[in-house]
Nanobody, 121 residues
Framework: QVQLAESGGGLVQPGGSLRLSCTASGSFASINAMGWYRQAPGEERERVATISSGTTTNYVDSVKGRFTISRGDAKNTVHLQMNSLKPEDTAVYYC???????????????WGQGTQVTVSA
């Protein structure tokens, strides 16, 4: 069983910063891409940022220049540094990982439970 544990959400004023972290645990062979998604009330879940097993990153346009995604040295951890936060960044943020349970297996998507980020004065 693979589990993703997120941390780092909270309440911050506009212009402030937060750092989200997510660590994958359990029995697996490797992790391909990891990423962060978010879902605001009444909205669909959207992709915020992804990072490959190497260093290739992608961001939704609305966060480019403000958010930075990175992976830890052990490659089972992903971080999202969020700067210059805006009220429209308020959402539940979910960690995602494409996990291979065996060396030649197909990657499966796993999700964290979500962490609330609220940007408000």
């Amino acid at each position: 069983q693979v589990q993703l544990a997120e941390s780092g959400g909270g309440l911050v004023q506009p212009g402030g910063s937060l750092r989200l972290s997510c660590t994958a645990s359990g029995s697996f062979a490797s992790i391909n891409a990891m990423g962060w998604y978010r879902q605001a009330p009444g909205e669909e879940r959207e992709r915020v940022a992804t990072i490959s097993s190497g260093t290739t990153t992608n961001y939704v346009d609305s966060v480019k220049g403000r958010f930075t995604i990175s992976r830890g040295d052990a490659k089972n951890t992903v971080h999202l540094q969020m700067n210059s936060l805006k009220p429209e960044d308020t959402a539940v943020y979910y960690c995602n990982a494409a996990v291979r349970l065996s060396i030649w297996g197909t990657p499966y998507d796993y999700w964290g439970q979500g962490t609330q980020v609220t940007v408000s004065a």
